[in-house]
């Protein structure tokens, strides 16, 4: 019989194709908002570690990048960055959005699953709102891959079903030791998540044309003396100086709209009122620079 007192953890990564719900499990599994999270596709640009600790065991998990043929050196590095993801991990979460129908690039994805050699978990996200003939016909083209331990349908954004996930996913946990602290729940650094939460609102409040071509950077970031006050400086790039416009709006009114949302969101992070100002700059084709890309810390 297995002792108590044995330690188990282990690194589980969560790959998909963009907007089937990643980040939402994600920030679901950790409690708490660590990755930012919107409506539009490659929100996600980067690995984002998430850490669970329960009395006896750790799970470490890794959000991905949605997986989409790259079309710019910024979309090379997150495709990379996706399946560089599969390896060293105990096991791989790979979901679908039934309510998108099984596409190529989801059959892409799992062939490449095929060919893992750690468990594969499939999660059928949006069991909420998918009609019951969606989920069957996901939950058969699951079937037919033959490649995954176990089929778990759940709604990352009500929770329904997480927590038993979670149980199941512990069961792939080996003896191991608690690779960070009872209390943390990211790796990520305060500067590089305020500068997500700036671009997430962006993502939520801009046209449909300019998202993609965003970049944020924290230029300076620093507690004032006294205390109970962050003064956060930073910089939106876009890559044309039309995008400024639309950035900015009339009389700022977007920039000001961009600050006040994202504001909100660091304030409850850091714990201390905000002092956030917001530039705009472009920077054209900077998705296709490996110097802007190492910059705005895609490396």
């Not at 390896?87 to 190529?104: K, L, S, Y």
């Not at 978990?121 to 490649?147: H, P, R, T, W």
């Amino acid at each position: 019989m297995e002792q108590s007192n044995v330690y188990k953890s282990g690194f589980i990564s969560i790959v998909g194709c963009p907007n089937v719900g990643k980040s939402t499990l994600l920030n679901r599994l950790v409690g708490q908002k660590i990755a930012i999270v919107s409506g539009k596709a490659q929100t996600t640009r980067t690995r984002i570690t998430g850490v669970v600790t329960r009395p006896g065991f750790q799970m470490v998990f890794l959000d991905t990048p949605g997986i989409i043929a790259p079309k710019n050196k910024l979309g090379e590095y997150m495709y990379r960055t996706a399946y560089a993801a599969l390896g060293g991990v105990e096991a791989i979460v790979f979901m679908i959005d039934p309510t998108e129908g099984m596409r190529e690039r989801d059959a892409a994805i799992v062939e490449r699953l095929k060919g893992a050699r750690v468990p594969v978990i499939a999660v059928i996200n949006k069991k909420d709102i998918a009609s019951a003939a969606q989920l069957k016909a996901a939950e058969a083209f699951l079937n037919a891959a033959g490649c995954f331990s176990h089929i778990a349908p759940i709604s990352a954004s009500l929770g329904d079903g997480v927590r038993q996930l979670e149980a199941l996913l512990q069961g792939y946990l080996t003896e191991g030791p608690q690779y960070f602290p009872e209390d943390m729940v990211t790796d990520q650094s305060e500067r590089l998540i305020c500068a997500e939460f700036i671009r997430e609102k962006a993502l939520e409040l801009l046209r449909e044309e300019v998202p993609h071509g965003i970049g944020v950077e924290i230029d300076k970031m620093g507690l004032r003396d006294a205390g109970g006050l962050t003064d956060i400086y930073a910089t939106i790039y876009c890559e044309r100086d039309k995008h400024k416009g639309i950035i900015i709006g009339k009389k700022g009114a977007m920039l000001k709209r961009i600050g006040q949302e994202a504001r909100r969101d660091m304030e409850w992070l850091l714990m201390t009122k905000v002092n956030l100002q917001l530039f705009v700059k472009a920077r054209e084709n900077w998705r296709n620079s490996a110097f802007a890309l190492r910059e705005l810390g895609y490396e």
